[in-house]
């Protein structure tokens, strides 16, 4: 027990890396807090940084969460693997929430993403197909995402992998949450579409 709990921590701590914030101040000189969303996450480094550092951050919010996700694995812990959800769990709520970043973070779309490629790599192919095909017909990464977690919540009750079910079920709950400000702009017609693709 004693070692699964500092495995969360670890991944809470993974999981509080500001990927955004950190290549922002260390290669552009500038805090995203202070431009476009004023997020943290990799929607608004594509936005102030630009395509190429997005992609960067978009990476990096991913391995956050697929790391966390194997640390039982890495550390060869003899069980359930039902526990790499819990790990995966503490990387988001370390987007979410960082510790570096006074506990204000991201969305947590791609290191939610990074949870289900460790733990359910075919859910994650169809959830990135999804949201690809939503962004390019809508051009809303708020959209795309929310539509994305939703159909992995759907797509995963064919496992019938309760746990994970009810793991994606939350994840998908708190997304949808993160992301009521962006749903507000686009009923007024304020939220910004993607110009790149």
Same mark, same amino acid.
């Given at each position: 027990?004693?070692?699964?709990?500092? #495995?969360?921590?670890?991944?809470y701590i993974?999981?509080?890396?500001? @990927?955004?914030?950190?290549?922002?101040?260390? %290669?552009?000189?500038?805090?995203?807090?202070?431009?476009? @969303?004023?997020n943290?996450?990799?929607?608004?480094?594509f $936005?102030?940084?630009?395509?190429?550092?997005?992609?960067?951050v978009?990476v990096?919010?991913?391995l956050?969460?697929?790391?966390?996700t194997? /640390?039982? %694995?890495?550390?060869?812990?003899?069980?359930?693997?039902?526990?790499? #959800?819990l790990?995966?769990?503490?990387?988001?709520i370390?987007?979410? %929430?960082?510790?570096?970043? $006074?506990?204000?973070?991201? =969305?947590?779309?791609a290191?939610s993403?990074?949870?289900?490629?460790a733990?359910?790599?075919?859910?994650?192919?169809a959830a /990135? /197909?999804i949201?690809v095909?939503?962004l =390019?017909? @809508?051009?809303?990464? @708020?959209?795309?995402?929310?539509?994305?977690a939703?159909s992995?919540?759907?797509?995963?009750?064919f496992? %019938?992998?309760?746990?994970?079910?009810?793991?994606?079920?939350?994840?998908?709950?708190?997304?949808?949450?993160r992301h009521?400000?962006?749903?507000? $702009?686009?009923?007024?017609?304020?939220e910004?579409k993607?110009?790149?693709?």
């Open positions: 027990m004693e070692m699964i709990i500092l #495995l969360c921590v670890i991944a993974l999981g509080s890396i500001p @990927s955004g914030l950190w290549i922002g101040k260390i %290669f552009y000189k500038k805090d995203i807090r202070d431009f476009g @969303s004023g943290l996450g990799a929607t608004n480094s $936005r102030v940084l630009g395509v190429k550092p997005g992609i960067v978009t990096m919010d991913i956050k969460g697929t790391v966390a194997l /640390l039982p %694995f890495f550390f060869q812990l003899d069980i359930s693997h039902h526990f790499w #959800l790990t995966g769990v503490f990387a988001i370390g987007h979410s %929430f960082p510790i570096f970043a $006074r506990f204000k973070g991201g =969305k947590a779309v290191t993403a990074g949870v289900i490629l733990y359910a790599p075919w859910l994650f192919v /990135l /197909l949201f095909i939503s =390019k017909l @809508s051009k809303f990464v @708020s959209l795309s995402s929310m539509i994305a939703t992995a919540l759907i797509i995963s009750i496992s %019938f992998d309760w746990i994970l079910v009810g793991i994606i079920a939350a994840i998908a709950a708190f997304i949808i949450y009521i400000p962006n749903i507000k $702009r686009i009923k007024k017609g304020e910004p993607i110009s790149w693709m």
